[in-house]
């Protein structure tokens, strides 16, 4: 059986999203494995952000279950949470396409902002912050312990004083999956984390997530089109073609699959043959 199969963090089954008379997601069941990279693929419009919507609470599915599993057993039926439920106690955390910093702030305050839920709880909301009361103290230094960490972690502690505005591309996209982190996810969703690196960047990026994923109880989930980095990185790939699984293992078993092929090359199922002769599968 799978590793993922066997040790799933998330399962999706039979997961379904209309949007009117367009069917966005139709009948999609897989597994995330703990501790694996799991890399979600296919052509535009095939439903990947659709799936990452319905995971992180953006979208309640029209029919289907997700169900996630902590590490210690606890269970949560996302399809049932508001989002800001799913990322608080469901641990479920992500990253968009377009980066969302809050750019006037600084490198460090961002990872701040990240914590505001535990610093909020522990200044009984803000009675014990005004007085900086020792528990407040305490949590505040661990949360920018926390930060601290991550910020070494991205290579980003130099620029921590920095508005997040003046870093670099790259570093920006760096400093999203750091300010992610901080929340202490146990799935962590990447919406096309390698979108606009160059090479340097982007192999960066890739010792970051096996990094994470050996380090720490987070599990990955990501959305990408660089082919390069979901074959170098992921344990396990889901293809999507107009909102259903057409192929599912790990990168290898993709990369040869005729369908993957014939999806990414936009050919009917008759031509697959001849598509597999010229690029040679
Ligand atoms: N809110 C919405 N309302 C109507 N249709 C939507 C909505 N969100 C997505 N869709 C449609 O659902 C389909 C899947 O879109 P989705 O964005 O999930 O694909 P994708 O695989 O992420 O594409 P890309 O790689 O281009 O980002 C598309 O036909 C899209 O137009």
């Not at 909020?120 to 949590?139: D, E, N, V």
Request: hydrophobic share 40%.
């Amino acid at each position: 059986m799978a590793s993922w199969s066997e040790n799933p963090i998330l399962k999706v089954e039979h997961l379904t999203m209309r949007f009117g008379g367009l069917v966005a997601i139709n009948d999609l069941s897989f597994d995330v494995g703990r501790g694996d990279i799991t890399a979600l693929i296919g052509p535009n419009g095939a439903g990947k952000t659709t799936v990452f919507n319905c995971v992180t609470g953006f979208y309640k599915p029209t029919e289907g279950r997700l169900k996630l599993r902590h590490h210690d057993g606890d269970t949560y039926l996302l399809e049932r949470m508001a989002d800001f439920k799913i990322s608080r106690h469901a641990k479920v955390a992500r990253t968009f396409q377009n980066i969302r910093l809050f750019g006037g702030m600084t490198v460090l305050e961002n990872l701040m902002v990240a914590q505001h839920n535990p610093l909020m709880h522990a200044s009984a909301f803000s009675f014990a912050g005004i007085f900086s009361l020792p528990r407040y103290r305490h949590a505040e230094a661990k949360a920018v312990e926390r930060a601290t960490y991550w910020l070494e972690h991205v290579n980003l502690i130099d620029r921590a004083d920095d508005p997040a505005a003046d870093l670099p591309y790259g570093a920006q996209r760096r400093l999203e999956i750091a300010r992610a982190m901080c929340t202490g996810p146990e799935l962590l969703c990447l919406d096309e984390p390698a979108a606009g690196l160059n090479p340097r960047e982007s192999a960066e990026l890739n010792r970051l997530l096996r990094y994470i994923g050996a380090n720490h109880e987070t599990s990955i989930l990501l959305i990408e089109h660089d082919m390069s980095v979901v074959m170098e990185i992921s344990d396990h790939v889901v293809v999507l073609d107009y909102g259903e699984k057409i192929s599912d293992g790990d990168p290898e078993k993709v990369k040869n699959d005729p369908a993957v092929i014939a999806a990414y090359l936009g050919v009917d199922d008759e031509e697959v043959d001849e598509v597999e002769e010229e690029v040679g599968v």
